[in-house]
């Protein structure tokens, strides 16, 4: 789905001027928010690796093991960046008709190219149980065990932990939080709402 990309200047200089807000492309939205996700990690990974030695050596193997953490993603997020950077957009301009632009739109959500991330597994797993409000970790993550292959190119689906899930879609936006299970009782666990906001845009 096409949105506007968000920024409060803009909305400003639409309101007082009336002029309409073009949308924006979903490809090039993916190439900004996967820089941004590079340079995150970036700056992760320099934060990292400039915590000075403590002598403990318990310290210094957590220090490694972030550093390989945040080195993977950054690694996967840099190609990534070059994948969305050599496909073309989808082939529709502006003089198509309406019903020719819905039907590239269309075509765009379901482009075969598209990735299918561990947002997109967990969304799959709350389809299948009728899309309930939330779900807690450790349900999500006994349903992501009975997936084939691999969460993120990390780990197998079989060898998911409700940490290790945390870690693969702490990068997406998408985090854990208390969610109510009956009149007094609460788990952590994952809002429906959190993970479809942190769902990648189409990258056709």
Same mark, same amino acid.
């Given at each position: 789905?096409?949105?506007?990309?968000?920024?409060?200047l803009d909305d400003l200089t639409a309101a007082l001027t009336g002029f309409e807000i073009p949308q924006e492309n979903p490809?090039?939205?993916?190439?900004?928010? !996967?820089?941004?996700?590079?340079?995150?990690? $970036?700056?992760?990974?320099?934060?990292?690796?400039?915590?000075?030695?403590?002598?403990?050596?318990?310290?210094?193997?957590?220090?490694?093991?972030?550093?390989? &953490?945040?080195?993977?993603?950054?690694?996967?997020?840099?190609?990534?960046?070059?994948?969305?950077?050599?496909?073309?957009?989808?082939? +529709?301009?502006?003089?198509?008709?309406?019903?020719?632009?819905?039907?590239?739109?269309? &075509?765009?959500?379901?482009?075969?190219?598209?990735? +299918?991330?561990?947002? +997109?597994? =967990?969304?799959?797993?709350?389809?299948?149980?009728?899309?309930?409000?939330?779900?807690?970790?450790?349900?999500? !993550?006994?349903?992501?065990?009975?997936?084939?292959?691999?969460?993120?190119?990390?780990?197998?689906?079989?060898?998911?932990?409700? +940490?290790?899930?945390?870690?693969?879609?702490?990068?997406?936006?998408?985090?854990?939080? $208390?969610?109510?299970?009956?009149?007094?009782?609460?788990?952590?666990?994952?809002?429906?709402?959190?993970?479809?906001?942190?769902?990648?845009? =189409?990258?056709?």
């Open positions: 789905m096409t949105t506007h990309f968000s920024s409060g490809h090039h939205r993916a190439i900004v928010d !996967t820089y941004r996700r590079v340079q995150q990690l $970036n700056a992760q990974l320099l934060t990292v690796a400039g915590d000075g030695p403590t002598g403990c050596l318990a310290d210094t193997h957590e220090q490694l093991e972030q550093l390989s &953490d945040v080195l993977i993603l950054r690694v996967l997020a840099g190609a990534e960046l070059t994948r969305l950077l050599s496909i073309p957009c989808c082939p +529709h301009t502006g003089n198509d008709s309406e019903q020719d632009a819905a039907q590239a739109e269309a &075509d765009c959500r379901s482009c075969p190219q598209a990735e +299918h991330t561990i947002v +997109h597994a =967990c969304l799959d797993v709350f389809a299948a149980h009728s899309d309930p409000d939330a779900m807690s970790s450790a349900d999500l !993550t006994d349903r992501l065990r009975e997936l084939p292959g691999m969460a993120e190119g990390r780990w197998s689906y079989a060898e998911l932990t409700p +940490h290790r899930l945390g870690r693969l879609l702490a990068p997406y936006g998408a985090r854990s939080c $208390n969610i109510r299970v009956g009149p007094s009782y609460q788990l952590k666990g994952y809002l429906r709402s959190s993970l479809q906001a942190a769902l990648p845009d =189409c990258s056709c």
